[in-house]
């Protein structure tokens, strides 16, 4: 009589059991990913375009169309040392023929967000036309956005000076817009 009793009570049990996992349904998941993006890499080599003016106390508003390359480095989280070539063509005016500019600038940064980048810039180059060569010194600064996985726009302003004796540190002004491609 145990034995049958030890057997109808493994039954109810094991009924039991079986009528519970059956009302548990089974929703499939997507599993969560092990890595994560972390946004737009301002690292490595970048090309682009810009367009802007350069205006200053000698010589009426210019505007000019150049170029860049440059690369960047992070250093630190948040901190970008950089390093940049710009050519620069300005166009004839009134009081000015048209000229060419070459700048060397070195960038300091800091990543503000994933898609932000303020920083500062420090330079020298020439400035030539058909009459005179001028070296030149530029400082300045800008701010960057990520607008896609490579594509960056950016909006600079450098003050810009000769290296002559001058009366002024600043002689002049050079403000850009541009868009540039990262590797």
Do not use: C, K
């Amino acid at each position: 009589m145990f034995v049958r009793s030890l057997s109808l009570g493994v039954a109810a049990a094991a009924l039991l059991v079986g009528g519970a996992q059956a009302a548990d349904l089974i929703i499939p998941t997507t599993p969560q990913p092990i890595y994560e993006s972390a946004g737009f890499s301002w690292d490595g080599l970048y090309a682009g375009v810009n367009l802007g003016g350069q205006f200053g106390d000698d010589v009426d508003a210019q505007f000019l169309l150049g170029g860049a390359v440059g690369v960047n480095f992070m250093v630190a989280d948040p901190i970008l040392l950089g390093a940049e070539i710009q050519g620069n063509y300005l166009f004839e005016n009134d009081d000015f023929d048209d000229a060419g500019q070459f700048l060397a600038l070195a960038r300091l940064g800091a990543v503000v967000t994933d898609s932000v980048l303020v920083y500062a810039a420090a330079g020298a180059g020439v400035q030539f036309n058909d009459d005179d060569d001028a070296s030149i010194y530029a400082l300045g600064g800008g701010v960057e956005f990520a607008a896609t996985d490579a594509v960056s726009v950016r909006a600079e302003i450098l003050g810009l000076g000769t290296f002559d004796d001058g009366d002024d540190f600043f002689e002049g002004a050079q403000a850009t817009v541009g868009v540039f491609y990262h590797f």
